[in-house]
T-cell receptor, first 111, second 117 residues
Framework: QKEVEQDPGPLSVPEGAIVSLNCTYSNSAFQYFMWYRQYSRKGPELLMYTYSSGNKEDGRFTAQVDKSSKYISLFIRDSQPSDSATYLCAMIREYGNKLVFGAGTILRVKS | GAGVSQSPRYKVAKRGQDVALRCDPISGHVSLFWYQQALGQGPEFLTYFQNEAQLDKSGLPSDRFFAERPEGSVSTLKIQRTQQEDSAVYLC???????????????FGPGTRLLVL
């Protein structure tokens, strides 16, 4: 079983919808949680970064971490066609160096 | 400023050939990472450098994989006697400082797409 599980999708939504993306993990040592966006044939780009449990909001994006359930989420409000990409969750231990990624969820926002 | 750059962007190799993939990190970044991303999967850690020192190579899949960063800036990932299962995107990332109480962002390059025939 992988350390980080993420539904690969694809997830297809109409423009303007609220999107919910999720990951579960098994290693309680993870302390930092990230969401990366990856467009086709590009490298991952950091979207959101959260330390330990809690919520963080940045524009249309909200990241939530529930360490007690080992569950993290990314919400995208008012989704746009330009949000169509693969969304990767990633996490890392305190003082760690190795990012551990989920498999990525393919998101398609239809206009 | 310039981000992480990688070359070549695409590489086709015949099985058994050796390949060398180059990474130019963001100037001044101390930490450098290599990841391998198979089709439809998330990136998987290969190795980590702090300046010129390779501190973690636990993710290298076999002794055919070798990485170096001799002057603490540019890094090269070399794969000897390539096999079809080596086909993947190889991503390089850099980070400004060492790992500490506050994790800093790893910035990724565009990757090198390797196809072994």
């Amino acid at each position: 079983q992988k350390e980080v599980e993420q539904d690969p999708g694809p997830l297809s939504v109409p423009e303007g919808a609220i999107v919910s993306l999720n990951c579960t993990y098994s290693n309680s040592a993870f302390q930092y949680f990230m969401w990366y966006r990856q467009y086709s044939r590009k490298g991952p780009e950091l979207l959101m970064y959260t330390y330990s449990s809690g919520n963080k909001e940045d524009g249309r994006f909200t990241a939530q971490v529930d360490k007690s359930s080992k569950y993290i989420s990314l919400f995208i409000r008012d989704s746009q066609p330009s949000d169509s990409a693969t969304y990767l969750c990633a996490m890392i231990r305190e003082y760690g160096n190795k990012l551990v990624f989920g498999a990525g969820t393919i998101l398609r926002v239809k206009s | 400023g310039a981000g992480v750059s990688q070359s070549p962007r695409y590489k086709v190799a015949k099985r058994g050939q050796d390949v060398a993939l180059r990474c130019d990190p963001i100037s001044g970044h101390v930490s450098l990472f290599w990841y391998q991303q198979a089709l439809g999967q998330g990136p998987e850690f290969l190795t980590y450098f702090q300046n010129e020192a390779q501190l973690d190579k636990s993710g290298l899949p076999s002794d055919r994989f070798f990485a170096e960063r001799p002057e603490g800036s540019v890094s090269t990932l070399k794969i000897q006697r390539t096999q079809q299962e080596d086909s993947a995107v190889y991503l390089c990332a850099s980070r400004k400082t060492l790992a500490g109480g506050t994790q800093e962002t790893q910035y990724f390059g565009p990757g090198t797409r390797l196809l072994v025939l």
